[in-house]
């Protein structure tokens, strides 16, 4: 492939980033050809290649952290890492980076017309710059397409970013808003609240989910989707069904391989089940099995009945698990079985009272780590910090102030 000019090119990068999450549709993209020439290679794997290429190639954006936040340069990278990668809407995107909505296009335009500037030096004219696939450390010229999902799959999990089910949704729908629209699609939503975080990699997450979505997106019309969520002890279950059933139009078995490989190939490497829900021999739907994240736990230690229970009510629309203690024997316990992120901690307690057992806790290699934010009536902040507390509050505490010294501790 030999685009005739550079703003051809440019239009063409354009659309790719369009479709950045259609794999189906980079598949038949001219820039896949020019990004993976070697004729050994499938249209599936240079779909993926060029996939892998755009979002890489966003870096090279990046003028690095000597650069002074909200400088043109700064801006035009973020830009496209917030639209791209993060999947947010241009709207969103254009809130975050103060610009308006106007200013946006003008710097999307701008950052597509630089990476399409590296993008054309380095294929184009190769002897200009290396190329990207040939690269010592990656050489991905020679990987077949299941090694590159494998490695993909690999990266993600090697970056550690937890996702929020309802943030990564909100990304795909934004991506998907326009065919959305197209089709005559309505998406109707019964989240669960608190949002739940998923211990799957926030891109590779989205990548799944826009698949999955994508392919109901193109495969029904006239209908509306809708997504469902229900908690279990250590998951969550995402389900995705078109209603009714009868508005999807391809038969299962002659486009699901076709539509969904990359996305059910990344599921399984990550150990995601996905089933397809059928009606009819069509694919109608799909039930997704997600991870999530073990809740932080908090160990209240307090005498007083009324005080942990209004404690539990602080927290009780909070993503943690509320642990209590009325006597200072059974806190020790509980804190070494369970090993919380915080505990708060009463200094007024019968037998063992507040202060033994804070030097106790500080003193035992289980428990030292721990951060102990103390609550009394008594007005002795400065000396609880100066013996080890990490927080004080003074009774009676407000949820607001709980709220603000657990997050700040960042277990909220």
């Known amino acids: 492939m030999q685009a005739q000019s550079l703003d051809e090119f440019c239009r063409q990068v354009a659309d790719a980033y369009d479709h950045l999450y259609d794999l189906v549709y980079l598949r038949a993209h001219p820039l896949a050809e020019f990004v993976a020439s070697d004729p050994t290679h499938s249209r599936r794997e240079k779909a993926w290649r060029l996939h892998r290429v755009l979002l890489d190639v966003i870096e090279e954006l990046n003028p690095?952290?000597?650069?002074?936040?909200?400088?043109?340069?700064?801006?035009?990278?973020?830009?496209?890492?917030?639209?791209?990668?993060?999947g947010l809407d241009p709207q969103t995107v254009a809130e975050q980076l103060a610009i308006s909505r106007r200013h946006y296009y003008?710097?999307?335009?701008?950052?597509?017309?630089?990476?399409?500037?590296?993008?054309?030096?380095?294929?184009?004219?190769?002897?200009?710059?290396?190329?990207?696939?040939?690269?010592?450390?990656?050489?991905?010229?020679?990987?077949?397409?299941?090694?590159l999902l494998r490695r993909e799959v690999t990266r993600a999990g090697q970056a550690g970013r937890p996702a929020r089910l309802d943030?990564?949704?909100?990304?795909?729908?934004?991506?998907?808003?326009?065919?959305?629209?197209?089709?005559?699609?309505?998406?109707?939503?019964?989240?669960?609240?608190?949002?739940?975080?998923?211990?799957?990699?926030r891109n590779l997450l989205r990548q799944i989910l826009l698949g999955l979505m994508g392919y109901l997106v193109e495969h029904a019309e006239q209908a509306t989707i809708r997504v469902t969520m229900q908690a279990k002890e250590t998951s969550v279950t995402l389900n995705m069904a078109v209603e009714p059933p009868t508005a999807v139009h391809s038969p299962a078995e002659a486009h699901v391989e076709e539509g969904l490989s990359a996305s059910d190939e990344l599921a399984a490497l990550a150990h995601i089940p996905v089933h397809p829900l059928h009606d009819n021999g069509l694919v109608a739907g799909f039930e997704v099995e997600l991870p999530t994240v073990p809740p932080n736990t908090i160990l209240v230690v307090d005498d007083n009945e009324d005080v942990l229970e209004l404690f539990r009510r602080y927290l009780s629309t909070q993503p943690v698990r509320v642990a209590t203690a009325r006597t200072a024997r059974e806190a020790l316990a509980k804190a070494r079985q369970l090993q919380p992120h915080a505990i708060t901690l009463d200094l007024m307690m019968p037998q063992q009272d507040g202060w033994d057992l804070l030097q106790t806790l500080?003193?035992?290699?289980?428990?030292?780590?721990?951060?102990?934010?103390?609550?009394?009536?008594?007005?002795?902040?400065?000396?609880?910090?100066?013996?080890?507390?990490?927080?004080?509050?003074?009774?009676?505490?407000?949820?607001?102030?709980?709220l603000s010294v657990l997050t700040h501790l960042e277990v909220l």
């Open 167 to 201: 943030d990564e949704l909100q990304g795909v729908i934004s991506l998907l808003q326009e065919r959305l629209r197209e089709r005559a699609l309505t998406l109707e939503q019964h989240l669960l609240e608190p949002p739940p975080a998923i211990s799957v990699d």
């Open 64 to 86: 690095g952290p000597q650069a002074p936040t909200f400088s043109r340069e700064w801006r035009r990278h973020r830009l496209m890492l917030l639209r791209y990668q993060e």
């Open 106 to 147: 003008r710097e999307q335009e701008r950052s597509i017309q630089a990476i399409s500037t590296i993008l054309w030096n380095r294929y184009a004219s190769p002897s200009n710059a290396p190329q990207l696939e040939s690269r010592p450390e990656e050489d991905e010229a020679s990987l077949s397409y299941h090694e």
């Open 362 to 402: 500080l003193n035992q290699p289980e428990t030292q780590h721990i951060p102990i934010v103390v609550c009394s009536v008594l007005k002795q902040e400065e000396l609880a910090l100066a013996l080890g507390a990490t927080e004080f509050l003074a009774k009676p505490i407000t949820e607001q102030a709980l």
